[in-house]
């Protein structure tokens, strides 16, 4: 049995003891700042937790944060170690489909070439060691705009990329790996419970007649009432598709966690686990700016030489990434960006920091700040990690996970 699936079979075997239900938490590792908080808090809560790594974040070109997918799986072994974290920890691929890596959709790769360059994503984390991969061809930029994608071409794609990962996990002699498909984006076609319904009939019968009738998705995503720009979730609509799935041996697995104002309702629906991941470069920006504020007051006081510029820095790159353009809602395409609203700006800003944080810039205007504070007695890189920290603890209490280390061996 995979990793994932014992995880979640003993959580299952718990509840059956206690009535107590929990959700495993999934943080996305926008960052080197989130991955050494994530270890910090994990082992505070005594708790398992999950990394679902994008491929624009982590792939075989490095991504944003700036490693492949065997480094990553290194740094994670490392910054486990420097706490002593000895629990589970999952690593994952979040998303990973054609044109959903975005020099794909940029560059307009053809079908052939995005899904061979998705396989060989999958290969790199296989030979990685990662745990679970989240299959998720619900995007196709050849699509007319206004149409969604016909169901039976996922469920298709979803197969032949499973299909793939497994023939290459087994003949290498991998360990078992667990799997997630769906996604809770309109344009994937499972927003509707008809549309959910049929997806999963055609996955079923594909896995079978490619011989992988014992291999089944453990978590299928659902779209649960929340999404980039909604925070609350939808119990109804949570609970019904927790019982869909459920008879197949699957849980429900919710995105867009971010914020979401009653993340206590996540495990007392059977969701299976949950993302997070923008909320934590937000976090990440906002200690960053409280920083800059106290160098500030002490360059003011003659006890700094040179301000770090860090706020200006950061908006500077972020505007000419041009990444924040991709976030945009449809009455902003057509507006330059300081004309956009004083708050989306600065959300725009926020959520973006995660695509520059590795830029030299950044990381110079980072040591700078990181160097005045410290020299005058302040721990920088501590107030960072506290503040992403105290951001991830109301998830791990939340979804009931705190001493669940306890009971996993």
Same mark, same amino acid.
């Given at each position: 049995m995979a990793k994932t699936e014992k995880i979640l079979s003993r959580i299952e075997e718990l509840k059956s003891q206690t009535g107590v239900p929990r959700t495993l938490f999934a943080v996305c590792p926008n960052s080197l700042s989130v991955i050494k908080a994530s270890f910090r808090a994990a082992k505070r809560n005594n708790a398992p937790i999950k990394f679902a790594a994008t491929l624009n974040q982590i792939d075989s070109d490095k991504g944003y944060v700036g490693i492949t997918q065997k480094e990553f799986t290194k740094?994670? &072994?490392? /910054?486990a170690r420097s706490v002593n974290f000895n629990g589970p920890y999952i690593v994952a691929i979040d998303h990973g489909g054609p044109w959903l890596k975005d020099k794909q959709s940029q560059e307009k790769w053809n079908l052939e070439k995005a899904m061979n360059g998705v396989k060989k994503s999958f290969e790199d984390a296989i030979e990685a060691n990662y745990d679970l991969i989240h299959v998720d061809p619900t995007v196709d930029i050849f699509v007319p705009a206004g149409e969604i994608i016909d169901i039976r071409v996922v469920a298709q794609r979803t197969v032949e990329l499973i299909k793939h990962s497994e023939n290459f996990r087994r003949s290498h002699?991998? $360990? $078992?790996?667990?799997?997630?498909v769906g996604t809770?984006? %309109?344009h994937g076609g499972l927003a509707d419970e008809d549309t959910f319904d049929t997806f999963i009939a055609l996955l079923k019968n594909g896995l079978e007649k490619e011989g992988?009738?014992? %291999?089944? $998705?453990?978590f299928i995503v659902g779209k649960v009432g929340t999404d980039l720009h909604t925070t609350t979730f939808d119990k109804e609509v949570a609970t019904t598709l927790?019982?869909?799935v459920r008879k197949f041996g699957s849980y429900i697995k919710g995105h867009y966690t971010d914020g979401v104002v009653n993340p206590g309702d996540y495990p007392l629906c059977g969701i299976g686990a949950a993302n997070v991941g923008p909320e934590f470069t937000m976090s990440e920006y906002d200690a960053l700016i409280e920083l800059e504020q106290m160098e500030k007051g002490l360059y003011e006081n003659d006890q700094i030489a040179v301000l770090s510029t860090m706020k200006q820095t950061l908006w500077n790159l972020v505007i000419g990434s041009n990444r924040w353009k991709k976030w945009l809602q449809p009455d902003e395409m057509d507006i330059p960006f300081e004309n956009i609203s004083t708050g989306r700006k600065e959300w725009l800003i926020k959520t973006g920091c995660r695509y520059i944080w590795q830029h030299p810039e950044a990381l110079v205007a980072r040591y700078r700040l990181? /160097? =005045?504070l410290n020299r005058n007695g302040i721990d920088a890189e501590e107030v960072v990690l506290s503040r992403i920290e105290r951001d991830m603890d109301k998830y791990f209490y &939340?979804? =009931?996970? %705190? =001493?669940? =280390?306890d009971y996993l061996s």
């Open positions: 740094l994670l &072994a490392d /910054e002699n991998y $360990p $078992p790996i667990s799997y997630e809770e984006e %309109v992988l009738s014992d %291999v089944w $998705p453990c927790t019982k869909k990181y /160097e =005045n &939340a979804f =009931n996970l %705190v =001493n669940l =280390n």
